[in-house]
């Protein structure tokens, strides 16, 4: 069956490419990496009856990534009315028996009963841990059919297992591909592997303003620079929050009193004896994509009764506060006190998802006042691992307004520029 398509000149070859075992796609935010694996396995899946695994770390995070990706290049490609997109659970149904189905790495048992898989699509490989990759190798094994697996990913830093087992892994002396050599070359084959970089200028379809935006990242953030929009590979610099200033609480109340109501925000994590309630109020520049912090409350050992009593301002202007959905009986509590308290959505991966949210704020200003929050977030740093590893999900501390910051924005999503080009070619 034929199908039209639409594609940037840098991925015409990888498309019609299947000469190779593993196909390892890294770049920057915007340059149509995903769209083009997209459009590769939809054209595949036409021409011969294969089964196809898109994988991602977190399942929940499937919806609106990879399943929505792969049902507009299909429109695109004026197939919307042959393929046939399931949502419970999510798979597509091609017309010649091609199929793709979707797992999370969230849920490794279920991995277990896949079988007859010939290609399988890792998206943000390198949110997936390394024994997850090897245990999807595992699970590549169709006995007629060339086996394939694809990876996808932004660059983090060298520390990451993608770099190590793609390119250089000094602890083990082990050495595949310089990386400068692809980012010299842009498209690269070594050892049944075949790499691709590329960057925003790979992508005709792109605004002229999208890529101002990534270019505006030198300034406030440069670790993330380099990854959105050079799309190399780094170390990364120890501060999670770079762009972390305090302003005087005057000029803080100043800056937000034309903001419009629906984007204020009050966050709350729980504790008792060594960790804090902590409740943080918020303001959200949605234009400029600043968050503004304003307001805090910060005490430990304090049972549910007495904090009630000295955060009753809340309950009597009956304003919203997400709070740990891991607490429901102290969220019940509150509700039961008159307070307005919902839980925020967790799911496992949710700590990393929540903190690159966070970081994609341009700006996070907090007031003078708020001591505890800039006790906790100004320095903050990633946590290490035995071989001096940062973690991407842990910090050198534990930081409850941080917490408190991620359930009450659950709901709010920071422009992703990443995932506002996944749509642009």
């Not at 390119?167 to 842009?186: H, Q």
């Not at 903190?355 to 007031?367: A, E, N, V």
């Amino acid at each position: 069956m034929e199908s039209k398509f639409i594609s940037n000149d840098h991925f015409y070859d990888f498309i019609f490419n299947w000469d190779y075992k593993f196909y390892f796609l890294v770049g920057g935010y915007g340059s149509s990496k995903s769209y083009h694996v997209a459009t590769k396995l939809i054209i595949k899946l036409l021409e011969e009856k294969r089964k196809a695994l898109v994988v991602r770390e977190v399942y929940d995070t499937m919806r609106d990534s990879c399943f929505s990706l792969l049902e507009e290049v299909a429109e695109s490609m004026g197939l919307g009315d042959i393929l046939s997109f399931k949502t419970s659970p999510m798979r597509v149904i091609f017309p010649n028996g091609s199929k793709i189905i979707f797992k999370g790495m969230d849920n490794p048992a279920k991995l277990k009963s896949i079988n007859g898989v010939s290609i399988i699509w890792l998206e943000e490989c390198s949110e997936v841990k390394y024994t997850g990759f090897k245990e999807l190798l595992g699970r590549l094994r169709h006995p007629s059919l060339s086996n394939h697996i694809i990876c996808s990913t932004n660059p983090i830093g060298k520390d990451n297992w993608t770099y190590k087992h793609f390119f250089k892994d000094d602890e083990n002396e082990r050495v595949v591909l310089d990386d400068e050599e692809l980012y010299k070359n842009r498209i690269y084959s070594i050892n049944n592997t075949y790499y691709h970089h590329s960057v925003a200028d790979d992508n005709f379809f792109l605004p002229q303003n999208y890529i101002e935006q990534l270019d505006e990242m030198k300034e406030y953030d440069p670790d993330l620079y380099r990854v959105a929009r050079l799309g190399k590979f780094g170390v990364n610099g120890v501060k999670v929050l770079p762009q972390f200033e305090v302003m005087d609480h005057n000029d803080v109340i100043k800056s937000i009193g034309n903001i419009p109501k629906r984007f204020y925000r009050a966050g709350m994590d729980f504790g008792f004896e060594t960790s804090y309630n902590a409740i943080v109020r918020m303001a959200i520049d949605d234009k400029k994509k600043y968050l503004y912090i304003y307001w805090q409350y910060y005490k430990n050992k304090m049972t549910d009764d007495k904090t009630a009593e000295e955060i009753r301002e809340f309950k009597n202007s009956r304003e919203l506060i997400r709070a740990d959905s891991a607490e429901p009986k102290t969220i019940k509590y509150y509700q039961q006190q008159g307070f307005r308290m919902v839980g925020a959505k967790k799911y496992p991966g949710s700590r990393l998802q929540n903190t690159k949210k966070i970081k994609r704020f341009k700006k996070i200003i907090c007031s003078s006042e708020c001591r505890d929050v800039i006790k906790e977030l100004k320095e903050l740093t990633y946590a290490i691992d035995k071989q001096g590893n940062m973690i991407h999900d842990e910090f050198n501390i534990d930081p409850h307004t941080f917490s408190a910051i991620w359930y009450g924005l659950d709901g709010y999503e920071v422009s992703d520029l990443k995932r506002q080009s996944m749509t642009r070619g």
